[in-house]
Structures are given as C-alpha cells and as structure tokens.
C-alpha cells in the first residue's frame, strides 16, 4: 500500500503505537458515542423507556380502560408469587426452552459445515432448510395443527399407515408441548442454520490450508479451528434462541391456545391472556418483569460460559 | 484536510436522509370537508366480510352527500386489543362492534355514548329479542343496539343417522344422549356421536347444563349455580357418557369441533347460523334441530354482537344515524340472508323474503328460548377461561370428578362475582 | 509429511467418499423433505376447492385444480395496497436497521470507551421483552408524537434492533484486527475503518441481516395491526388476518394468502444466496 500523508498534530510515531493524546481520546469517546447516537436513541425512547413504564404498573393495581390506578406496592408480585400458574407457565417455558435450544443449536452445525462444501444444490438446500424461517409463525402453525389433527390430518393418516401410534396430540396433555416443541424446532433449524453459516464463511480459508498442511484430519480440524472461531456465532445462535423460545407466543396461541389444562401455557401467553384479554396491566406488567429478570440472568450467564470478553 | 477515507460519506449520508424522508412522508389523506366521516372498526372476518362491505358501500351511496363510513376488519381479538389500545388515549372509532357481554366494563370505564335518543327515534326497543334488550340497558341508559343475532341449534348428520338406524334427530335430552352412544365407535376410523367443544367457541357445556335445569349463575348474579345438583347432574352425565362410551372428542376448539363435524367424523354437534354455508359447500348431507328438550323445557343458547358508539366521538347523531339505519327490515334483512343468521328483530319471522333461507326461520324460530350466556357480568371473560373451561376440561381429562371439580369453580367464581 | 494411513483403510479409500457424499446428500433430502411438507401442503391446499379440504380421508393433491382462491383473495383484499405498505414497512426497517446497527455494531466491537459493557449488555436487555408487553405505551407515545397511522410510527421506532447490534457485533469481532491497524496506519480514522474495511468484509453478515429484518417486519402481525387505523396503511399480515374468523376457517382461501405472503420474501432470500456463496475473499495480511 502507498504510504499515507502524514497528519500534522499526531505524531507518527504514536500513531503506529495505536495510542492517541488524552485531547484526541476524549474526541474518540465523543465519537464512538456518535456512532451509537442513531440507535440509542431510538432505543431509549421506545425500548427503555417504556420498560421503566412496565416497572411502574408492576406497582399499581393498572388498566387501561380503568379511571384510576391505586398504588399497590410488591401485592403484585406476592400475588404472582402464590400463583400456581404462573409456576406451571414457567415450567412449561422451561421445558420448551430446553427442548428446542440444544437441538436448534446443534442439529443446524453439521448442516451448515456440510453446505459450506462445493456441494452441487447446496443453494437448494440453503433455501429449503430456510423457509420455514422466512414464513409467518402465526399462518404455518395453523398449518400444523391442521395436519396434525388425528383423524383429519394427513400427517396423522401417514403415521397411521406407517403403523405408527397416531395420538391426538395437540389435545392430549402429555403429547400437547412436545408436539409444539417440534414445531419450535422445525422453525429454528434453518434460521440458526444460515446464521451458522455466515459464521463459518468468516473463517479464512488459510487456516484450515495451514491446518491440512500439518496433516490434520477433516474431524480434528472441525474440533479445532472451527468450532473455537465459531465461537462469537454461536454465542449468538444460542443467546437469542434462548430469549426467542423463553418469549414463545404464535405456536402456542394458535395451536392449543395454552390448553390442554394449561399444558402448552407459556409466560408471554399467560402475560397476554392477563393484558388484553382480562385488561389487567397491572398483573402482565409483573409477569413480564419477572420474565426479564429471569432471561437477564440466563443471558448472564451464556455470555460468561462463552466468555464473550475474549475476542480472539 | 482532504483524505480519501471521507470522500464519498457526506453524500452517502445526504443520500440516506433524502430517502428516510421520501419515506416518512405519510400518504395524503383524502378529505372532502363538508362530509362527515365515520370510522366503524368490528371484527366481521372470514366469508362475512363481503356481505358488511357491501351494507356499508350502501349505506354511503344512500348518504353520499353527507355521510361516509369507512370500515376497519380484523379478527376479534385483535379488535379487543387495538379498542383497549386506542381508547386509552381517546381515539376509539366512531362505531364499534364487539360482542354483548363486552360492554358492562367499557360502560363501567366510560368509554360509551348511552343511545337512549337513538331507541326514542327509529330504533324499535321492541323489535328486539327481550334477553338481548335487558343486556343493552345498563343503570337505566341504553348502551348499545344489535348487530347481530344467533341462536344455537342441533346440527345433525342424515347419512350417519340413518347408517346407525335413526332416521330422525333427537327431541329429548333422553333420546340425544341415547343417539350419541350409538353414533359412537372407536377402532381404526373412529366416530363421535358429537362435537362437544369446551373453548375458544361460543359456548355448548351451558346449553348441557340449562337443559337439565342447571344454571351457572344466579338470575341477580349473585351466586355461582356450578355447584348446583342439576348443574353437577347434567355434567356428571354427559362426563359419563364422554369417558365411558366416547360420545365425543375431548379438548375441543370452536373450529377443531367444525371440522370433525364437517369431516363427517362426529354426527352431531352444537351451533350457530355461521355453520350452514360451510357445511353446504361440504357438500354435508345435515339439516338443524332444535336443542332437544331436558326436563327444564326448551332452551337454547344466543350470541349477540352489538354496536356501540364511542363517548368522545364528534359524530354523535350520524354515528346514531348508522346504527338505526343497520337495524332496519331491509339491512336486517339483507344481513339475514346472505350470513343465514336470524334477524335481531323478533317482528320478521314471517317475513316472506326470509323464506329464500330456510336456515334463517329455523334459527329465528329459537329466539323465545335463548339465553345469553354470563352477560352482564363484567368479570365474564376471567370467569369463563380461568374458571369454567379449566372445570370442564378437568372433568373431561378425568383429572377431577365432576362435582369436585364444579364446586371448586363455584368457590372460584363466587369470588369474582360483584 | 502426514503419515500413511493404515493399508486396509487405504484399500477402501477412493470409494469411501462416494459412499459418504450418497448418505450425505440422502440425508440433506430428507431433512428437506420434513421441512418443506408443510409448504407442500400449503400451496396444494391453496389450489383446492373447499369441499375438497375437508373431504375424509385427507389427500394430499388436490381433485381439481382451482385458482378459486387466488382469485378470491384478490377480490376480497386491495393487495397491491397492502403490498406496497408492506415493502415500504418491511424495506424501511430494514434499511433503517442495517445502518443504526451496523454504526452501534461497530463501535461496541471495535471502539474503546468507557461503559461499552454496560451498553451492550443494556441494549442486550431490550431482547428481553416481549413487544406484547410494551406495544401499548408505544402506542401511545406514538400517538402523542403524532406518528399513528404514517410510516414514520410504524419505522422509526423500530429503526434499530438489539438483534441486529448483537449479531453484527460478533461478526465484526472475527474480523482481524490487523487490518485495522494497517488502515489506520494508511490515515484512516474510525469512520474511515468502518466504511473501507468492516463494512466491505462483512457482505454476508449485512445480506444475512437484512433479509432477517425484511422477513421478521414482513410477517409481523400485532405493531402494524395496533400501529395503523385505517385499511390504506395496513401491511399484508394485517389484510390477510381478516380470511381468518373464530368459527369460519376457508382454509383455500387462507392458504392463498399464505403463499402470496411467502413468495416475496423466498425470491429475496434466492436473490440474496450468492452474497453467501462469495463468502470471505480475504486479501491476506501485509507484512
């Protein structure tokens, strides 16, 4: 590369030493904040700020049809504390998060290493395994629970010809979550999979060149330069499947609508059913509190075992 | 101090806020100003919407110089959400619908125009279904006018009648649980005598209990009736039936019931007018019923939607003016025949032009015995998803005996009552 | 040099990669076909009749084929209407979005200051509600900027993405810090390095993005439902909502709508592929 015109108030010398006057720091603070300026504001305005609001009702007996909203203090949350479906919401969530993460993690990784070969319709593939992603929850969930109705679905008249055992599974309490877990899975795959991906492309290829050189097997190289580089994007893959799956609305709503006996009901429903359907804002606002905390502290978490700091 | 670096950026950047602004310029908004305009927001979806969008392009031809009505659509609960949301700030529509056993809270929160002018001058209290009449009416002020009306009625399955050697639909509760048992068999292609659904629907375990001469609550709302001994009787019954003789599905949505009776794997089932085209269209060989008789007398359930006016709204006497309009012979009329609903006026039943449906006699016929389901009662929609269908399906899924499980709801429901 | 592989694996050698190129490709088939049947369905079920539908037992292909629906669904919906409210929505997101995310992106992966944890992690936290929970006091502050029923409240606040900062931060992060070094030593200053070098590199985690903001938008049902009041702002999600009602289902009809829906979004993606494929031509390092 040519070599630059020197500017005149920093001194070459420390400019290739990567560090800058204490005057030229506080302008590149200033100026890493500019570039974030778009963003937070928008953020603070319509993401924070109406957060802290949600705080406020958690306090209040609140409806937005209501004339006046009493202070309640933490009645709210000992309410929620004695409510047994809430527990229940919550271990529903629970289990559906640890169903469908790992799986929605792991499954697409041999996928996306698989397709980042030279393979002839791999731009087929990439599209088909994506699909789901790019279709609307809401629509494709009516979809399956048509087909997975037991006497007129034609999923079950498959199974059935199979000689496989057909349940009624959407209305049969121990069949009901596991059956919209498949559906979580199903919609995660190819999302995940893409964003794998990307990640892996990211890779430059004269490492894994290096790592050949050096007579290292297709095995040893997927276990020691990708997966480590990998690291960041999966990360990333696993923060947001975990908030997507803990905040799990459309499948459950269309599908079960949180029955049956409250088998399917997850937080976000719950926190719906409450707010727009018995118009108490007061209670949603504390469910949806403890929700965040609760992803606040997984996430938490997640970013210490994968040791976000590290940017190697 | 000219570098390469910021070449191109200030007019990237120019370049980007000419396109966000191009963008944020919101479509010009049409207006003529001597027109009043109305907004009516409802939730006529589905193959509904066509037969409103056509009564309102009417009702703006026949008003063209002075009155224009634009309709929002979208399902029910959507419309519930965005109501909640836009009378929070006081911008309601002009004219919206939403079902009767809404209004007690938006009424309460004062949200609602009372309409009493309206009943004085063109709308015809007595015209109106008696149940339905006492159900606009709230602290002496009238809240609202139909728009509207059904009844539920028994739709029946002639071909898997007669394969089981009935030729006739029931007319006693004796008869139709005796029928259910025989159109009932498990096996590789199973058959339910009925489509009993539990939520999401309008309601068809009420329409079992009031058979029996059980109730849900008293007529003051005072008390629960769940834990009453005709309640429990007529539930433990038909629980019975349910778990022994597999009469019907369990766990049922609206629709989920809908396709088991339109896929012709369930022989009878519970519902309103909205039925018949899509049955007919199933080419479904079935005809309607009347609920047949328990021991306490004809009865039937009614569903009602209902158009209200909003209290802040500018357009007071045109709102008022629409809403008597909607409710004349010929929208009635109109509204009757192309959904096969009855009309909301008990004066038409003989109405020749109604003929052309038969389904629309029929179902009006069932008017004197409907009731209204929890209407009136504000806390009605905690009452019935956190109490009531919990109870159902609980007894449904053998998780509690019938009588245990509706004395706990009436312990829960007496605690929500006023 | 690697040493030779033990003689009878090596007899085996030249055929074991067809053998395992066939398993490969049969499984990647069969993965396709699980998760494609479900838009089989669809689109057959939207050339159906609805007698057809509901017939028992349930077949796949339709008797007949019919465009009733299609044609339905036009008559019924001012598409194109919808269409365009739901390209400029969509669209406007996401260009909205890649700029702000990518600028925010770019200064919490490469920038020093103080408080960039606290930062991250708070924008991290606003993932963490759910929009059900906040659409109402949106709502309304929206309503009080003046901003119901225009672009502007339907865009602006969602004109940038927790989401969107998150995944272009980690990808920024993977991209060698070296080539930083050597920009800034070429004069450029942080914008410079944000425009020349992390930019250009990071084409498929830009198109990556911006074809997941365009679908998320695209199929969002509630913020433009509780955004709009009237049918000429309304997106595509919100017209199709009205084919559905509680006891009425034209599955046909819905079906139809679906597929209209999906089409765009999948030509996007197809059209988007080859930014993937590119992949990251590094020009290599200096010394």
């Known amino acids: 590369m040519a070599m630059p015109i020197a500017h005149a108030s920093v001194s070459t010398a420390a400019r290739r030493r990567g560090s800058l006057r204490p005057h030229g720091r506080a302008r590149a603070i200033l100026a890493s904040y500019l570039f974030m300026l778009p963003s937070l504001l928008v953020i603070g305005v319509f993401m924070f700020w109406p957060i802290l609001q949600i705080v406020w009702f958690s306090l209040h007996q609140w409806s937005f049809i209501a004339t006046d909203h009493p202070y309640v203090g933490a009645d709210n949350y000992r309410q929620l504390a004695n409510d047994s479906r809430f527990w229940g919401d919550l271990h529903n969530t629970l289990l559906f998060t640890v169903g469908v993460v790992p799986a929605s993690v792991l499954l697409p990784l041999p996928v996306a290493v698989a397709l980042n070969r030279p393979l002839r319709g791999r731009a087929f593939f990439r599209a088909a395994y994506f699909l789901p992603a790019v279709s609307s929850y809401a629509v494709m969930a009516i979809v399956w629970s048509l087909l997975l109705q037991p006497d007129i679905g034609l999923l079950s008249r498959y199974l059935q010809l199979l000689h496989f055992p057909v349940a009624d599974w959407l209305h049969d309490p121990s069949w009901a979550l596991p059956a919209i877990m498949l559906v979580g899975i199903w919609k995660t795959i190819g999302f995940n999979m893409v964003i794998l991906l990307t990640g892996i492309q990211g890779i430059p290829e004269t490492y894994y060149e290096a790592a050949q050189v050096d007579g290292a097997s297709t095995v040893a190289r997927f276990f020691r330069i990708t997966l480590p580089l990998l690291r960041p994007t999966l990360l990333f893959v696993t923060v947001t499947s975990m908030i997507a799956s803990f905040q799990i609305f459309d499948p459950v709503f269309v599908m079960t609508g949180g029955g049956p006996l409250f088998s399917t009901e997850t937080l976000v429903t719950y926190i719906y059913h409450e707010g727009f359907q018995l118009f108490d804002t007061g209670y949603a606002s504390t469910i949806a509190c403890i929700l965040f905390l609760i992803m606040l502290v997984l996430t938490a978490v997640q970013l210490q075992v994968f040791r976000f700091q590290e940017e190697d | 101090m000219l570098h390469r670096c910021f070449s191109s950026r200030m007019a990237r950047l120019v370049c980007a806020l000419a396109v966000s602004a191009a963008v944020l310029i919101p479509p010009q908004a049409s207006g003529a100003a001597s027109m009043t305009s109305l907004t009516f927001w409802n939730g006529f979806t589905g193959p509904d919407a066509p037969t409103i969008q056509t009564l309102v392009s009417r009702y703006n031809t026949a008003n063209h110089s002075s009155i224009s009505v634009s309709q929002n659509v979208m399902p029910w609960a959507d419309l519930m959400t965005k109501l909640l949301a836009s009378y929070a700030v006081g911008q309601g529509p002009d004219v919206a619908a939403f079902h009767l056993q809404y209004l007690p809270q938006y009424v309460q929160a004062g949200l609602i125009a009372p309409i009493d002018d309206a009943y004085s001058h063109g709308l015809s209290a007595a015209a109106i279904p008696p149940d339905l009449l006492r159900s606009l009416k709230i602290g002496g ?141 199933a080419h479904i060989n079935y005809d309607v019923a009347p609920v047949p008789v328990g021991p306490a007398g004809p009865v039937t359930l009614s569903d009602a939607v209902i158009l209200v006016i909003d209290k802040h709204s500018p357009n007071l006497a045109a709102a008022e003016s629409f809403v008597k309009w909607w409710n004349q012979k010929p929208q009635q009329a109109y509204i009757s025949l192309r959904s096969g609903f009855p009309p909301a006026r008990t004066d038409m039943t003989s109405d020749t032009s109604l003929q052309k449906n038969p389904f629309v006699i029929k179902f009006a016929r069932q008017a004197p015995y409907a009731r209204f389901y929890l209407a009136g009662l504000k806390n009605f929609d905690k009452i019935d998803t956190d109490v009531i269908t919990p109870a159902i399906q609980s007894i449904e899924y053998n998780r509690a005996s019938p009588a245990a499980a509706l004395r706990k709801a009436a312990t829960q429901m007496n605690a929500l009552l006023p | 040099m690697a040493m030779a592989q033990p003689r009878t694996w090596a007899r085996w050698r030249p055929f074991v990669p067809r053998v395992g190129t066939a398993i490969l490709y049969l499984l990647l088939i069969g993965l396709a076909v699980v998760i494609l049947f479900p838009f089989v369905w669809m689109v057959l079920t939207s050339l159906k009749v609805e007698s057809d539908i509901a017939a028992a037992p349930p077949r796949l292909f339709p008797r007949q084929v019919s465009l009733l629906a ?85 865009i602006v606040p969602r004109a940038t993405n927790a989401f969107g900062i998150f995944m272009l931060r980690q990808f920024f992060l993977t991209v060698p810090r070296e080539l930083d070094q050597a920009a800034r030593i070429d004069g450029c200053n942080m914008f410079g390095i944000y425009w020349r070098i992390i930019l250009p590199l990071s084409t498929s985690a830009l198109a990556t993005l911006a074809v997941l903001h365009l679908m998320y938008n695209w199929n969002d049902l509630l913020w433009p439902l509780v955004m709009t009041t009237s049918t000429s702002m309304e997106p595509l999600t919100v017209g199709l909502a009205t084919l559905t009602g509680q006891h009425e289902y034209e599955y046909a009809v819905l079906m139809a709508g679906a597929t209209l829906a999906v089409a765009p979004l999948l030509l996007a993606f197809l059209s988007i592929q080859r930014y993937f494929i590119q992949g990251i031509a590094v020009t290599g390092l200096k010394e």
């Open chain 2, 141 to 281: 002020h009238y809240y609202g006018a139909p728009a509207n009306y059904a009844t539920l009625m028994l739709y029946w399955n002639k071909d898997l009648f007669r394969k089981a050697g009935l030729s006739q639909a029931p007319t006693t509760l004796a008869q139709m649980q005796a029928d259910a048992v025989k159109l009932s068999h498990q096996g590789a292609n199973p058959q339910y005598g009925i489509a009993l659904a539990d939520h999401a629907t309008i309601p068809m375990w009420p329409i079992l209990m009031w058979q029996n001469g059980g109730d849900v609550v008293t007529a003051d709302h005072s008390k629960s009736l769940l834990a009453a001994p005709k309640t429990i009787q007529a539930v433990t019954s038909w629980a019975t039936l349910i778990a022994k003789d597999h009469v019907s599905p369990v766990g049922l949505a609206g629709a989920e019931a809908d396709s088991y009776f339109q896929g012709q794997k369930a022989a009878m089932e519970i519902n309103g007018p909205w039925a018949t085209s899509g049955y007919t269209q």
């Open chain 3, 70 to 154: 299609y044609a339905q669904v036009w008559d019924r919906l001012p598409l194109l209407t919808f269409f365009r409210n739901t390209v400029v929505f969509a669209g406007g997101v996401t260009l909205a979005s890649l700029v702000c995310d990518s600028l925010t992106a770019y200064a919490l992966a490469r920038l020093d200051f103080p408080g960039r944890t606290v930062i991250f992690v708070l924008i991290l936290a606003t993932l963490m509600i759910p929009v059900q929970v906040t659409i109402i006091p949106v709502f309304i502050m929206v309503y009080h900027l003046g901003w119901l029923n225009t672009y502007a409240g339907l």
